[in-house]
T-cell receptor, first 112, second 113 residues
Framework: GQNIDQPTEMTATEGAIVQINCTYQ??????LFWYQQHAGEAPTFLSY????GLEEKGRFSSFLSRSKGYSYLLLKELQMKDSASYLC?????????????FGTGTRLKVLA | EAQVTQNPRYLITVTGKKLTVTCSQN?????MSWYRQDPGLGLRQIYY???????DKGDVPEGYKVSRKEKRNFPLILESPSPNQTSLYFC????????????FGNGTRLTVT
């Protein structure tokens, strides 16, 4: 079956670095997305990985290992505004179409 | 501005009273989808559409209908809402290549009493 696991909640201090992990099991893998979602708001796109390795985008980086079914989102120089949920999502190709499957999200609290 | 527009933002209704949540995108996206988000369950797909007049069930389609008569619009219809459909709903669109991200509307918080 299809499955995505990520921690429910994490806490970190302003200015620190935090790593949010995501493991997945799926067939027809076509890439992995990370989204940020503030409470009561829409998810917004952060990153996309389809090849193994690290993609860096400012304070945020995302890593993928397809052989291990593993990804992480790295947030550096944490700011209070980074307090949000972070959603891991997998794109898979099945039955002639693409489907996006979401994990339940990791709620990150940044403390002063 | 590229966007997905959902209406209404908040809706309170009673069991059995038909309702429609509208969704429109201005990015000429082929792929559109509806999700519901519940605490502890994450985003679950209700229905999706790969193009005009092409729709298919997601993971939790029971109690919902959709239509895709035009490329930009993808309304979600609840013919007879029930309390277990109380949730936060999101419409999303993408170019449909599988490598392009979903663009989400601002959400509709539905309460069915």
């Amino acid at each position: 079956g299809q499955n995505i696991d990520q921690p429910t909640e994490m806490t970190a201090t302003e200015g620190a670095i935090v790593q949010i992990n995501c493991t997945y099991q799926t067939s027809g893998f076509n890439g992995l997305f990370w989204y940020q979602q503030h409470a009561g708001e829409a998810p917004t796109f952060l990153s996309y990985n389809v090849l193994d390795g690290l993609e860096e985008k400012g304070r945020f980086s995302s890593f993928l290992s397809r052989s291990k079914g593993y990804s992480y989102l790295l947030l550096k120089e944490l700011q209070m505004k980074d307090s949000a949920s972070y959603l891991c999502a997998v794109s898979r190709f099945t039955s002639g179409t693409y489907k996006y499957i979401f994990g339940t999200g990791t709620r990150l609290k940044v403390l002063a | 501005e590229a966007q997905v527009t959902q209406n209404p933002r908040y809706l309170i209704t009673v069991t059995g009273k038909k309702l429609t949540v509208t969704c429109s995108q201005n990015m000429n996206h082929e792929y559109m989808s509806w999700y519901r988000q519940d605490p502890g369950l994450g985003l679950r797909q209700i229905y999706y559409s790969m193009n005009v007049e092409v729709t298919d069930k997601g993971d939790v389609p029971e109690g919902y209908k959709v239509s895709r008569k035009e490329k930009r619009n993808f309304p979600l219809i609840l013919e007879s809402p029930s309390p277990n459909q109380t949730s936060l709903y999101f419409c999303a669109s993408s170019s449909g290549t599988g490598s392009s991200p979903l663009h989400f509307g601002n959400g509709t918080r539905l309460t069915v009493t």
